[in-house]
């Protein structure tokens, strides 16, 4: 049996992670409150009033220690609190507070590249790495055989999914493509491989890059990790649900 054992969202892109028990899907969205906002640098062209490209945006594969931030978002009030293992922790209302967030942030961001400028948000669709609102299904068997190619355990937050699950075979997400999967309430269809960058190299713990998961993954002839996934009948999720293909 294949089971849900971890929800994960990202309110801001790029900037801190959130566990969560339970999410209510809506067809052609990404997760509710997952990657709604998005830091659009000083050499973004990015307004947004559509969707924007990653290459618009402040990303770990440039700065490696925006990984180590840890999120908490009140979706009530719209607060959002970032922690960092350097820095204090910061709460803010994305809409309003961009100016003390990039402050917060500067330390953590190279001073060679694009600066981080401002916030942007996008609701429903939200700022994914795809071209049309995903949300990112991983698989544990994948992961843990990453580990053992590089020799170590490491993190799942390297590789900022949305769902986890766990109880297939190593890699056969892959084979889910263009299937339709019921998850608890929801219905999802497999799309496309979520290819990876240099952002997966560093640790969620320390912000460091210390691993060649891009190296692991060439051993299987791909850069490829998890799958894109769109949701296609809404209904409510929660850890501890079944994923059924069908």
């Not at 809409?95 to 967030?101: E, G, H, S």
């Amino acid at each position: 049996m294949i089971t849900l054992r971890h929800l994960l969202r990202y309110p801001l892109k790029s900037h801190g992670r959130e566990a969560v028990d339970k999410v209510e899907l809506t067809a052609g969205a990404a997760m509710p409150w997952d990657r709604v906002w998005a830091v659009a640098h000083d050499a973004s062209h990015a307004d947004g009033s559509e969707w924007a490209a990653c290459v618009n945006f402040s990303r770990v594969s440039k700065a490696p220690q925006l990984m180590a931030i840890t999120a908490t978002f009140d979706a009530e009030t719209e607060a959002l609190t970032l922690a960092h293992p350097l820095l204090s922790d910061l709460t803010f209302h994305p809409d309003t507070d961009a100016a003390r967030f990039i402050d917060w942030v500067m330390p953590l961001v190279p001073q060679d590249r694009a600066l981080p400028d401002r916030i942007l948000r996008l609701d429903g669709r939200g700022f994914t790495d795809s071209d049309f609102a995903s949300v990112t299904l991983c698989n544990l068997a994948s992961h843990r055989a990453v580990e053992r190619q590089i020799g170590h355990e490491m993190s799942i937050h390297r590789w900022r999914g949305n769902i986890w699950v766990d109880g297939a075979e190593p890699w056969a997400e892959f084979d889910w493509i263009g299937r339709d999967l019921r998850l608890g309430g929801a219905v999802l269809r497999g799309v496309e491989r979520t290819d990876r960058c240099l952002a997966t190299t560093a640790n969620p713990d320390n912000g460091l890059r210390d691993a060649d998961t891009l190296g692991a993954l060439d051993h299987w002839g791909h850069n490829d990790f998890s799958i894109r996934a769109a949701v296609i009948e809404s209904g409510p999720v929660a850890v501890g649900d079944r994923l059924e293909v069908i």
